[in-house]
């Protein structure tokens, strides 16, 4: 009998797991195991271009690849709006009505952008979090000069952990390089450890962040928390200060995808994320359900970035193939890599991970190169990954 795979969401986890599991349908001769990805629109996006897009005005069409591609490698794509998932019939019920029935499932629906979690900030600012707003955002930035530009983060932890260090460095040095002289502060949440956005992955790549962020004149300052956003006499209030600003810049607090927001899948201790066994990537209840998407990530101590995401979504696919057909083996994860962009340049990043038997831990990042090169390695990174599917 043939065994039904349906993944939940086109997104970083989801195209992973899909194209893992039908690389392997197809290298092992696999006869009996079906791949069904299902995702709410067309395109499957790859966001961290969006900020090629409001930086340089990258065109939102090379962003994105259309998810039917997935077609040419055997796998059935389904377009429609999930709206729940009945765990206990195994089936995915989507927004007209129709079921989708599973015999293992993988969830990676992203997050919701919570601009409406705190007072005005949903009401002023700009942002790229997703392709329309990463446009308008690329006007705004287009006609900056020696404005005081506000890059706030509300809270941690947040879609990619990096990006505001990324931005406010790239800006920085663009708006310097047309000679003028803009003051640059990034807000920072406080972390556990006391520490700003620029130490969490420890002090080599804090001192990357250090060195290109004064060079460029970007100020980066704590806060213990917002409060509002004052969208009149645009200012931002957070517990310990008051921030004026001319522009806004700013990143979403994460929150629930809708169909995740039951009590199946909220997470007890901090509900903007889902539950999961850190181990396996199963849901704790559904032996049949796993949960990759950076939504399920935070909890057990992985970040919430595509890196992070990909690395889980690989994992769940290959116990798939290693208990269902008996091949390869289990994927584990002890190193993540990424590339960032900082000023006029980049830099590559390994985290070295541990997995306590609980949580995943990082004990140590490391950058292996820091050049113009590693910037281009970034664009061409997503750029490829998108070819393949247009393909
Ligand atoms: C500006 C920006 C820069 C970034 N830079 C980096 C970076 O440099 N490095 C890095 O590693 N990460 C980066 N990230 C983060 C990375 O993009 C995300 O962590 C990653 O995409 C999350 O993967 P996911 O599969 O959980 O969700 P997504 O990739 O968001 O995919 C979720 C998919 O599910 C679909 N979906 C959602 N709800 C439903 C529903 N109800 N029904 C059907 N389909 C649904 C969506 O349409 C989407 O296709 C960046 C993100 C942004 C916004």
Not at 194 to 218: H, M, N, Q
Not at 270 to 279: E, H, L, S
Request: aromatic share 10%.
């Amino acid at each position: 009998m043939v065994k039904r795979v349906v993944i939940a969401g086109g997104g970083a986890g989801g195209v992973t797991a899909a194209l893992t599991l039908a690389e392997a349908i197809k290298n092992y001769k696999i006869g009996d195991l079906e791949v069904v990805l299902i995702n709410r629109d067309e395109w499957h996006y790859m966001p961290p271009l969006w900020m090629d897009v409001a930086l340089e005005g990258l065109p939102i069409e090379e962003t994105r690849a259309p998810i039917r591609g997935l077609e040419a490698f055997g796998i059935k794509v389904i377009i429609n709006n999930i709206v729940e998932f009945d765990l206990d019939n195994r089936e995915v019920v989507l927004s007209d009505g129709q079921r989708v029935g599973y015999d293992y499932l993988i969830i990676s629906l992203g997050s919701r952008n919570g601009w409406d979690s705190y007072e005005g900030l949903d009401r002023v600012g700009y942002h790229n979090y997703d392709p329309q707003s990463a446009v308008q955002l690329n006007r705004v930035i287009r006609g900056l000069t020696d404005q005081k530009i506000v890059v706030l983060v509300p809270e941690l932890p947040f879609r990619c952990p990096i990006y505001p260090l990324e931005f406010a460095s790239v800006l920085g040095y663009r708006i310097r390089a047309r000679g003028y002289n803009p003051r640059i502060t990034v807000l920072s949440p406080v972390s556990r450890k006391g520490e700003d956005l620029t130490g969490l992955f420890g002090p080599e790549i804090k001192e990357i962040w250090d060195r290109y962020l004064t060079a460029y004149g970007v100020e980066v300052k704590t806060h213990k928390g917002l409060e509002s956003v004052d969208v009149d006499k645009k200012i931002v209030v957070t517990k310990d200060y008051e921030e004026p600003f001319d522009i806004l810049i700013k990143t979403p607090p994460p929150r629930l995808p809708g169909p995740l927001r039951s009590e199946a899948f909220v997470h007890p201790e901090d509900k903007r994320f889902t539950k999961v066994t850190p181990g396996t990537l199963k849901h704790p209840d559904y032996d049949d359900v796993f949960i990759v998407g950076e939504h399920a990530l935070p909890p057990i101590g992985l970040g919430m970035a595509g890196a992070f995401v990909r690395a889980a979504a690989y994992k769940a696919a290959t116990i798939i193939l290693t208990d269902e057909e008996g091949v390869g083996e289990i994927y584990r994860i002890t190193s993540i890599a990424c590339v960032a962009h900082v000023a006029n340049k980049g830099f590559t990043a390994i985290c070295e991970i541990k997995f306590d038997g609980n949580k995943y831990q990082r004990t140590g990042c490391y950058s292996v190169m820091e050049s113009s090169l590693a910037k281009m390695l970034k664009r061409a990174f997503y750029k490829g990954w998108l070819d393949r599917i247009k393909v």
